[in-house]
């Protein structure tokens, strides 16, 4: 996914830099090259009037820097950028213009937002586990002999061995002696010798990948095995009897976040039915949008999610939804929460949906028989509302003029 940008509004959503700050650009474009090394996404930032216009030489390769000219603006160059991207679905558009963001959502693209961009710009990279953290590899007797059949004592001892000795202080001094010849082929070693075995297996055949050709005709070929000869069963002897193998049970996987496709209990899918329902009277009567039921896919920051009901609107598919994976958030996501979900799990796929473009989220706690409305704040972050089994629940602008009473949406 690529982001085309409106700079100067995310500026003004940003609480470490000032428009009037004249190095403001240069901050943001600092601040959007750590973004795409962090996630591995290309950015296009687009500033008002630049002299003369054009790309800038801040640009780098994961970071392109476009400056409107002094007769057009941020928004105008945005707007032809979109109309012209071949691959629109690839794009993700970041405005707080709504021209800007009804343009992208013309042409099928994502939109965010500038405040909800902002969040995810000052979001922390995730943390870098060091590989080397665990010093005691523990390995088993069978894996150290594999590793010793694989690699073989002609490859290794010939370096002098890793086996460190210890000082009282617990500092290492020089390698222990190599044992004399003669003694057992395979020795036993303890779980840090082997580690210690294994770097030094990996360097030499790392050196030996990168040998010079004029080496290579020192390393003497393996021989091929000669083939084996097939066995002849006499005609008149009976056939062996056939040995039934029994197949072991497959373990379920444990549930985790909803990233794929997944089947729903009974009271979900009553429930989903019943919202389904009313919504589906309330956007056919009026022409507002596509419905989609529990099962449909949406790619949501390259992450597929299955809302129990989903809605979006003529607007953004006005000749109809795709037949595959629908690749954008949909604008109302309804979520019914299964008795085994974890609240993480729950707020994962929120934020993504939020974050995204999703304008609305419901979710429904069957045995609570309550319900979470979720929608982006006005000064960025997530704004929730609890709406108890005597409130109402509203389309707001997503579906203008439906209202669903609580208590009717739960079995009775």
Request: glycine share 8%.
């Amino acid at each position: 996914m690529i982001y085309l940008i409106d700079g100067h509004n995310v500026i003004g959503q940003l609480p470490d830099i000032s428009l009037d700050d004249p190095n403001d650009e240069a901050i943001l474009v600092q601040k959007l090259m750590g973004f795409s090394a962090r996630t591995k996404r290309r950015c296009v930032v687009v500033f008002d009037h630049g002299l003369p216009g054009g790309t800038s030489r801040m640009s780098t390769r994961d970071v392109q820097v476009v400056f409107a000219s002094q007769r057009s603006n941020a928004d105008r160059v945005m707007i032809e950028r979109i109309g012209k991207i071949p691959d629109p679905v690839q794009w993700i558009v970041v405005s707080s213009d709504n021209d800007v963001l009804g343009a992208a959502r013309g042409r099928k693209m994502q939109t965010l937002r500038s405040d909800a961009f902002a969040i995810l710009l000052e979001s922390p990279p995730a943390p870098i586990i060091d590989a080397g953290e665990e010093s005691n590899v523990e390995l088993s007797a069978a894996e150290v002999d594999e590793w010793l059949q694989i690699f073989g004592d002609d490859k290794i001892t010939h370096r002098q061995s890793p086996q460190m000795s210890e000082s009282p202080k617990g500092k290492s001094t020089k390698p222990a002696e190599p044992p004399p010849a003669g003694k057992a082929k395979n020795p036993a070693l303890s779980p840090r010798d082997m580690a210690a075995w294994m770097r030094f297996v990996n360097e030499d055949t790392n050196t030996k990948k990168n040998a010079k050709p004029g080496k290579a005709s020192q390393i003497k070929p393996a021989k091929s095995p000669e083939p084996k000869q097939a066995v002849q069963r006499p005609p008149d002897a009976p056939k062996p009897a056939r040995i039934e193998i029994p197949q072991p049970e497959l373990t379920p996987r444990p549930a985790s976040i909803k990233t794929d496709l997944s089947m729903i209990g009974g009271e979900q899918g009553e429930i989903a039915g019943k919202i389904f329902l009313r919504i589906g009277l309330h956007v056919e009567d009026r022409g507002l949008g596509r419905l989609t039921a529990a099962g449909t896919g949406y790619v949501v920051d390259n992450t597929l999610l299955d809302p129990d009901v989903g809605f979006v609107t003529m607007t953004r598919a006005p000749k109809g939804l795709p037949k595959g994976h629908i690749p954008f958030a949909p604008d109302l996501a309804v979520e019914i929460v299964a008795p085994d979900e974890k609240p993480r799990q729950v707020l994962d796929r929120i934020e993504r949906y939020l974050e995204n473009g999703t304008r609305l989220v419901w979710v429904i706690y069957p045995d609570e028989r309550i319900v979470d409305v979720w929608r982006r704040g006005e000064k960025g972050g997530l704004n929730k509302q609890k709406v108890s089994i005597d409130g109402m629940l509203d389309g707001e602008d997503v579906l203008p003029g439906f209202k669903l009473a609580v208590r009717g949406i739960f079995p009775k």
